[in-house]
């Protein structure tokens, strides 16, 4: 053997084997490239034929490091060397992962790029799914082995109860017929068999049968819903499936940013919907501004119904590709394989059946799932990227290219608008969709092209990808994109839908508490969404204020309310003397300044390096607008000044702190300090240069030689890490990298003066209608006559009953009439002399739980008593003053807060079962007490027995003069 062959030899490392090859002497020139513990790479050349490369492969079991050898394959293929890999390639570990015996070699992931090897295509592409080698799921990162420990740790029953506790409990329930509430509300008793249900879950990996059902209901996409298509089916799952869900989740999430594309907006911590957006905008300027030579494209894909078909073998191949251990993707397979559906039919279930394909929405678990699996398009847009194949957008010299935009399922692919680039984006999307089940929805998508590109160009794109273009203005993430300022023309729909909005409610048919709610909670809502994300004209958005505030006083559609309080006041937060009606123009600033905020707390997201390498960053992490800035960031760079002052920075290595400019010491910085040093001695120096060369520790006499004793010994006082890190910045004195938009608001306002302060009004315990009557009071801004008058209504401004000037303070306080009122009302005086002292004795009765009864009736009997003067007025029946103080005492009795008790009476609720604790009276417990001690003013009394059975019950409900409750219950003998 030693006469007729050469050999090469590699060797073994621990208990792996090494690699040998051998070769006739003689056939061809055998030279060694490359060589490793996984392969050996040869150049073979002969005389009469081109040179190749043979790679004798042994791969290592761990599938990480197989990305690196299909990652050296592929590099060296990509050169256009032909080459033959052969040998082992550890695809298969055990028995379960193969069927029959030894069978015909099939390497499934060879495609053009790397040559044909014969012509067999029947067998070729007969198995659609992916396997090891697949370069579609081949990617570069994955779970370590420490998250594999965290993901697959024993479940305990502290988790279960969170979990359970993190389920809104107010969820539609699944056929199981039990919400979240219910378990919470008996989690006492159910504890044990659930803690061990779920455990029995992880333990096996099998999901029981009655956990797999699941109803569905079906969610109007569109107006006239007719077919199935304009339906979104949501799934209603049992509860106990979804604990075992939320448990996943809870592990899974905090790894997501690790492992999935930057890319990706949803479902990923520390990334939302307004990144995407604003990346695409940036896109969208530059598709506009493209000369002919660089003509862009960006084509927007429609999946159809993108988590129904979803293949669960891809989806298992997808996590073993991320490295997830094989418990935790049992335990996955476990809760997607095998449900079962029931749709609701004006709600009736459906026979079930069963799916074979799919995610469910309204699966906790499902959204994360989809993720991974549409990360797969990701890197595989990724690597063509990287191979020079796809010349993708590039938003700034030396910045990273983009090839794609993806929120869960909303595609947005970035491109050169050439027909090369055309045909690797369908043959990525097309490998894609074959390997995942997904299906491109071509009608519904979209192309949309630099206005510098040829039609011809146009005309070729759009037969290759088989997608129309797009008509009119972009829309992403249900934003238009159009990379210039929305005209109010294009805005008008937003008006037209507060519009619809209100004609649907009569504001005569509301009270002024019900409008304040509907303008604050819905229809104040509609255009957030879309300010949140682009600039509204300011136009739009005074025409939708001045819509809420007539609809808000009744004026609008023809109406006759009076604006009593000016707007600015009503927009204010009602611990400011407002009534919390957020102003939209505020609040569009505000949107657009917490971007600004973003910017700098958030540097390595994608958009925040995006715009650092389109406009630059500086040390401070403030960057300039530019003279060539989109029309988005010269809105966002006028709020990078105010929004910059309000965040300081924890320090880390120091690098990034600049010792004049920064916050870093007590929220503020130290050329802003009133302590007198020297301020050129600092210029341009970073508070690393502050520490003992080498290490994290201060130079005492430096800091003493720059800043003085006294502002040496406060710095000197700051926390090191010792440990070194990156530096951190935070919003304010919070120790988070977030901002909230009231914060946002407050630090933009200049000259800001906060009102005077109501939250007592709201936070009393009273009605809202009688809060609003006491906030109008606090204004002096009822509609009296003299408040008419000077408004110019052409009212008399004198009192009906006395002929003196009707102010608030005469009709509540000084009128003959109300003054009677308030003396059968039984109300101290000291709280009955003028408007400003009723407030003040009031809000101090209010305030203590001994005398808070005496304030509710005496804010009662001032409402009562306004009141019964519009009757008067209005001309309807006149009342005595006793009857309204009567009015006023039952009022106050309905919001009074009722008596402590000691011993809980036990009732049935809707679920059939004894309640636990005591049965709720306006949320206080009663308790039995002796009859003949009280005198009673009230009697209740109900009857109630189940058709099933003979039993009855009759219970009483006594309330006495004080406001004390007596409840008796006694079942009725049949």
């Not at 009562?864 to 309204?884: D, K, M, Y």
Request: charged share 20%; hydrophobic share 40%.
């Amino acid at each position: 053997m030693e006469r007729d062959w050469e050999t090469y030899a590699v060797d073994s490392q621990g208990l792996s084997g090494g690699i040998l090859v051998l070769w006739r002497r003689g056939v061809a020139t055998v030279d060694v490239f490359h060589n490793c513990s996984q392969q050996v790479i040869m150049i073979i050349s002969r005389p009469d034929v081109a040179p190749w490369v043979l790679c004798g492969v042994y791969a290592s079991t761990d599938h990480r490091a197989r990305r690196v050898l299909w990652q050296e394959i592929t590099n060296l293929t990509a050169q256009g060397i032909p080459a033959v890999a052969i040998g082992d390639f550890n695809c298969i570990q055990s028995e379960d992962e193969k069927r029959g015996g030894a069978r015909l070699l099939r390497i499934e992931w060879i495609g053009e790029s790397f040559g044909t090897l014969c012509r067999g295509t029947a067998w070729w592409t007969e198995d659609e799914a992916a396997s090891d080698g697949d370069p579609p799921l081949t990617v570069d990162v994955g779970i370590g082995d420490s998250e594999s420990v965290l993901l697959t740790w024993p479940v305990s029953a502290q988790e279960v109860q969170e979990a359970v506790w993190a389920l809104a409990a107010d969820k539609a329930p699944g056929p199981d017929g039990f919400p979240p509430f219910f378990f919470r509300r008996y989690w006492g008793i159910i504890r044990p068999a659930v803690v061990e249900a779920i455990q029995c879950f992880f333990a096996q990996a099998a999901t029981p049968e009655d956990w797999k059902a699941t109803f569905i209901t079906l969610i109007p996409k569109c107006q006239n819903a007719a077919k199935p298509c304009h339906f979104r089916p949501i799934s209603l799952c049992t509860t106990l499936y979804k604990v075992v869900a939320r448990i996943m989740v809870g592990r899974m999430k905090p790894l997501l940013s690790g492992i999935i594309s930057q890319e990706q907006g949803a479902f990923v911590a520390g990334r939302n919907i307004s990144h995407n957006i604003m990346l695409a905008q940036e896109m969208m300027w530059d598709l506009r501004r493209a000369s002919k030579r660089h003509s862009l494209m960006a084509v927007k894909l429609d999946m159809e119904r993108a988590y129904d078909r979803i293949r669960w073998s891809f989806l298992q191949q997808a996590l073993e590709a991320y490295g997830f251990p094989r418990q935790w993707i049992g335990w996955v397979m476990g809760c997607v394989r095998g449900p079962k559906f029931s749709i609701l039919v004006n709600g009736t279930p459906s026979p079930y059946f069963e799916s074979s394909i799919g995610l469910r929405q309204g699966c906790p678990l499902s959204p994360y799932l989809f993720i991974i699996c549409a990360d797969i398009l990701s890197r595989s847009l990724q690597r063509v990227c990287a191979s020079r194949e796809l010349e993708a957008y590039t938003p700034a010299t030396g910045a990273r290219p983009i090839t794609h935009l993806l929120f869960a399922d909303d595609c947005l692919l970035l491109a050169r608008a050439r027909t090369t680039e055309a045909r690797v984006l369908r043959r990525v999307v097309a490998a894609y969709c074959a390997a995942s089940g997904q299906r491109v929805n071509f009608s519904k998508s979209t192309i949309s092209f630099s206005p510098s590109t040829e039609s011809g160009v146009r005309q070729e794109i759009r037969g290759i990808l088989q997608i129309p273009e797009q008509e009119g203005m972009l829309t992403y993430l249900g934003v238009p994109i159009t990379g210039r300022r929305l005209r109010v023309a294009e805005c008008s729909g937003l008006v037209q839908r507060v519009q619809s909005r209100l004609e649907g409610w009569r504001a005569s048919s509301l009270s002024m508490m019900g409008r304040v709610t509907l303008v604050r909670a819905v229809l104040g809502s509609l255009p957030v969404y879309l300010m949140a994300n682009t600039v509204v004209p300011k136009t739009i958005l005074l025409r939708i204020e001045r819509l809420l505030r007539d609809f808000l006083w009744g004026s609008y559609g023809g109406g006759h309310g009076v604006h009593l309080v000016a707007w600015e006041q009503v927009c204010r937060p009602t611990s400011e003397g407002g009534l919390g009606v957020q102003s939209l123009i505020e609040r569009r600033e505000a949107f657009i300044a917490r971007h600004a905020a973003r910017f700098i707390l958030e540097p390595h997201g994608l958009w925040s390096q995006v715009m650092a390498a389109r406009y630059g960053r500086g040390v401070s992490g403030v960057a300039q607008r530019g003279r060539r800035a989109s029309f988005m960031w010269r809105e966002i760079g006028r709020h990078l000044p105010s929004v910059s002052a309000h965040i300081r920075v924890l320090i880390g290595d120091g690098r990034s702190i600049e010792v004049a400019s920064d916050s870093w010491v007590d929220s503020l910085a130290l050329s802003r300090w009133p302590t007198m040093f020297d301020t050129e001695a600092v210029e341009g120096l970073r508070v690393c240069d502050l520490f003992v060369p080498g290490g994290a520790v201060w130079d005492e006499a430096r800091l003493r030689l720059l800043f003085g004793v006294h502002l040496a010994a406060r710095i000197r006082s700051l926390p090191l890490p010792g440990c070194g890190g990156p530096d951190v910045r935070v919003w304010g004195t919070s120790s988070q990298a977030s901002v909230r938009l009231r914060d946002i608001t407050r630090a933009i306002q200049s000259g800001y003066e906060p009102g005077p302060d109501c939250t007592w009004i709201w936070r009393s315990g009273l009605h809202s209608r009688v809060a609003l009557f006491l906030w109008k009071v606090f204004w002096n801004r009822l509609p009296t006559r003299a408040e008419l008058s000077r408004r110019g209504w052409g009212v008399p401004a004198e009192c009906g009953t006395c002929g003196v000037e009707e102010s608030a303070d005469h009709v509540l306080f000084q009128c003959t009439w109300a003054r009677t009122t308030w003396q059968w009302a039984g109300i101290p005086r000291g709280a009955r002399s003028e408007r400003l002292q009723f407030l003040r004795v009031t809000r101090q009765w209010l305030a203590s739980s001994r005398t808070r009864e005496e304030g509710i009736r005496a804010t009662c009997t001032a409402l009562q008593i306004w009141l019964a003067r519009n009757a008067r007025t209005l001309g309807e029946r006149r009342v005595s003053p006793r009857f309204v103080a009567e009015l006023a005492r039952a009022q106050a009795l309905e919001i009074r807060p009722g008596l402590s008790t000691d011993r809980p009476l036990t009732a049935r609720d809707t679920w059939g079962s004894p309640c636990l604790g005591s049965f709720p009276i306006r949320g206080h417990r009663v308790r039995p007490m002796d009859p003949t001690s009280l005198r009673w003013t009230a009697f209740h009394s109900e009857a109630a027995g189940a058709l099933s059975s003979s039993d009855s019950h009759l219970g009483l409900l006594l309330e006495s003069e004080t406001g004390r409750k007596n409840a008796l219950g006694h079942p009725i003998p049949p």
